[in-house]
């Protein structure tokens, strides 16, 4: 089993709609999680830490599920600059991530 | 002013040579990172460095060896590279090795062997 699994998409919403999307985690001992945004051919960036109580930035919310071990994101009033690969990233242990395999969300006019 | 710098930005060379990459960060980090993005888009951690120490070896074959000169580079070397080396190597730091940190990433050194 992979250590973080991501459903790829692509997810290809209109401007303005809501997006979600989740990705589980095997080990249960995991502490850290974030939300990296990758552009095409580009370096990833954080996009948000997700923490344990849910947290929101601007249009973007994460939320974390211990017992299920999975996070989400969700966009809200999705703009054609969300377009984009979201990376789910959890620790492996303690001293490496995790990277998922991304999920593409393409935002069309 | 570029935070995270790698070069060469494209690579191409044939099988069986010997090639390196160079990663630079300006951050004051003290941890640095390489990476491996294949073409499944799988990000994997090769090496890490904490202060010019070794932390982190994954399984990767020893025809890569990395070298911390000082905790602002490190770069990757790579002998008798082979087709299945050829992928996008990332070059990452971050504050130290706490995963709690953000990771910086340079802008990725594509790598294609023929």
């Known amino acids: 089993r992979k250590e973080v699994e991501q459903d790829p998409g692509p997810f290809n919403v209109p401007e303005g709609a809501t997006v979600a999307f989740n990705c589980t985690y095997s080990n249960s001992a995991s502490q850290s999680f974030f939300w990296y945004r990758q552009d095409c051919r580009k370096e990833p960036k954080l996009l948000m830490s997700?923490?344990?109580s849910g947290n929101e930035d601007g249009r973007f919310t994460a939320q974390l599920n211990r017992a299920s071990q999975y996070i989400s994101l969700l966009i809200r009033d999705s703009k054609l600059s969300d377009s984009a690969t979201y990376l789910c990233v959890v620790n492996a242990n303690d001293y490496k991530l995790s990277f998922g395999a991304g999920t593409t969300v393409t935002v069309r006019a | 002013d570029t935070a995270v710098s790698q070069t060469p930005k494209y690579l191409v060379t044939q099988m069986g040579n010997d090639k390196s990459i160079k990663c630079e960060q300006n951050l004051g980090h003290d941890t640095m990172y390489w990476y491996k993005q294949d073409s499944k888009k799988f990000l994997k951690i090769m090496f890490s460095?904490?202060?010019?120490?070794?932390?982190i070896n994954e399984t990767v074959p020893n025809r890569f060896s990395p070298k911390s000169p000082d905790k602002a580079h490190l770069n990757l070397h790579i002998n008798s590279l082979e087709l299945g080396d050829s992928a996008v190597y990332f070059c990452?730091?971050?504050?130290?090795?706490?995963?709690?940190?953000?990771?910086?990433f340079g802008p990725g050194t594509r790598l294609t062997v023929t």
């Open positions: 997700v923490y344990s």
């Open positions: 460095y904490n202060n010019k120490e070794l932390i």
């Open positions: 990452a730091s971050s504050q130290d090795s706490s995963l709690a940190y953000e990771q910086y």
